[in-house]
Each structure stands twice: as C-alpha cells, then as structure tokens.
C-alpha cells in the first residue's frame, strides 16, 4: 500500500471505507474505518478508538496492558515502540506485511497509510478485541 495522507476535506468520501485482507495464515476479517473523528485530539490513540477500540484507556505507552498476541491480524491494534510515547496504529490488511492506518504518525491530525514487515524490529505486540 503506497504511503498516503487522507486531508480532513475528503474525509466524507473515505468514512466508509472497508478492507478485507487476503493470503493470511490465520482468520480474514472485513474492516471498517471510522474517518469521522474530527473533535478529537489528532493523537493515535484518539483514532484507534474510534475503530472500535473507545473502552481501552491510556497514553500508547500505556497500551502494553491490553497486548493480548504476538501476530496481528486486520482488525487488530499494533504498539509500536515508535517516538517518545510509542504509537498506535490499526491493521487493515496483512498481504506480506502488515498494513496500517493511522494518525499523528506524520503529524498531528494526519491520517496516513504504511506498511511495516512482519517482523519489524519496533513491534511490542497486538491487541485483538
């Protein structure tokens, strides 16, 4: 997935977004993405809740608590140990790698899209609802 940044003026055109991965070794799961979080505070951890995610509490540091495996699956939340604070981010297909949304990893209030490897050393872990 090329690295891209959705602009908060076309987020009515994404807020139904849905992504289904294929060629995983475990369960394949459609996802949905809610873009529709503009009151929020721009920061990852505001945006993984809004997927679903709004009963986990904490700074992204704080989210070790609720890592529950060691592989991530479309639907899952990834912890990266990534800037001052670590990071959030949403899987959204695992198609030779994991492929993320996310926001404030290219700023605050910026969503983007990346892909790390399987085995991307700053993986602490995956948490599955």
């Not at 809610?34 to 704080?62: M, P």
């Not at 990534?82 to 198609?95: K, M, R, S, V």
Request: charged fraction near 15%; charge should be negative.
């Amino acid at each position: 997935m090329e690295d891209t940044n959705v602009e908060n003026n076309i987020l009515d055109t994404y807020q139904n977004v849905y992504v289904t991965a294929h060629y995983v070794p475990y369960p394949i799961k459609s996802v949905s993405i809610n873009f529709n979080i503009l009151s929020n505070n721009g920061e990852c951890v505001n945006f993984v809740q809004a997927q679903g995610f709004e009963d986990y509490r904490g700074n992204a540091y704080e989210w070790d608590k609720y890592v529950n495996s060691n592989t991530g699956q479309s639907g899952d939340v990834v912890l990266l140990n990534e800037g001052p604070y670590q990071h959030l981010a949403f899987i959204i297909g695992t198609d030779n790698s994991y492929q993320l949304i996310e926001q404030n990893y290219k700023g605050k209030y910026k969503i983007s899209y990346r892909t790390i490897p399987f085995d991307y050393p700053l993986i602490v872990g995956f948490i599955h609802k």
